[in-house]
């Protein structure tokens, strides 16, 4: 069965939002100037039973339901942060692996020196419980590191494959972008802020970023994928970021 294209989940429709601006039942523009951003190329005139109304042909950040209590400057703020997941899947053959410990070390000061507010972004290392007691020891120093830097960090022990699948994915699923680690993985500085950045000031749609060796996929995207498959976690991330690059929704950073 051939899928629906990601970039099409994303469409938005301005019907039941908060900023959509109607004269009796036609829509005449944007409280949020959002139609100026967007421009005619990337909206769709469409009407049923109750409305004529546009659709935007892309994610539109501002689109809020009538019933939520916001103004334009209070959504702008709040649509402009962007959050990330860092995912870190360690087999039992990694966790025994020489050198992991300082290799996971670095990850860690990496993530210490990010340029980007530590509330926004959050570390999961996920491992098998059937590991030795200094193993254990040794995970432990990497969550007192984290902690002791003021990174949200979380450690997840799993039995089993698809229970770890589940609590990754219910970890990380309220972050906007996922990114997939390996031990040692670094990102510059600057990585989060230049993906947050280029999110807020390009209105076409990005589902996938690359920063140096290393991906951001949007969360959204997926799910989406995820649920339609209920395949490994793992595989649907990097299936997810190929396709957005097929569909020219990536770009490098």
């Known amino acids: ?15 039941k939002c908060k900023f959509a601006d109607y004269k009796e039942e036609t829509q005449i523009g944007c409280k949020a100037d959002m ?13 049923d039973n109750e409305k004529e109304f546009n659709v935007i042909k892309t ?16 959504v702008r703020e709040v649509a402009s942060k962007s959050t990330f997941a860092f995912l870190l899947f360690l087999e039992k053959s990694d966790i025994e692996s020489e050198g992991i410990e300082e290799k996971v070390f670095k990850t860690i000061g990496s993530l210490e020196k990010l340029n980007f507010e530590k509330e926004d972004f959050k570390f999961i290392i996920s491992h098998p419980y059937d590991i030795a007691k200094d193993d254990r020891l040794m995970v432990s120093r990497w969550l007192q590191r984290g902690h002791e830097s003021g990174l ?22 309220h972050a906007q972008y996922i990114c997939l680690l390996n031990p040692g993985s670094r990102i510059r500085k600057s990585g989060l802020k230049d993906i947050s950045d280029h999110k807020n000031e390009n209105k076409k749609l990005f589902l996938s ?7 951001f996929t949007s969360m959204r995207a997926v ?4 649920y339609e498959s209920q395949a490994d ?10 396709e957005c690059k097929d569909l020219g929704l990536f770009v490098k950073v």
């Open 233 to 242: 976690i793992n595989k649907t991330i990097k299936a997810v970021a190929k």
């Open 152 to 173: 949200r960090i979380t450690v997840m022990v799993n039995g089993h494959k698809n229970t770890r699948n589940k609590d990754a994915f219910s970890h990380a699923k």
């Open 35 to 47: 139609w100026d951003v967007f421009g005619e190329d990337l909206m769709m005139e469409a009407y």
């Open 59 to 74: 994610s539109c950040l501002m689109s809020i339901p009538e019933s939520v209590d916001a103004t334009v400057e209070q």
């Open 223 to 226: 799910s989406i994928r995820y």
């Open 1 to 15: 069965m051939k899928l629906k294209p990601l970039d099409e989940f994303f469409y938005t429709s301005c019907k």
């Open 209 to 215: 970023y690359v920063c140096g060796k290393l991906s």
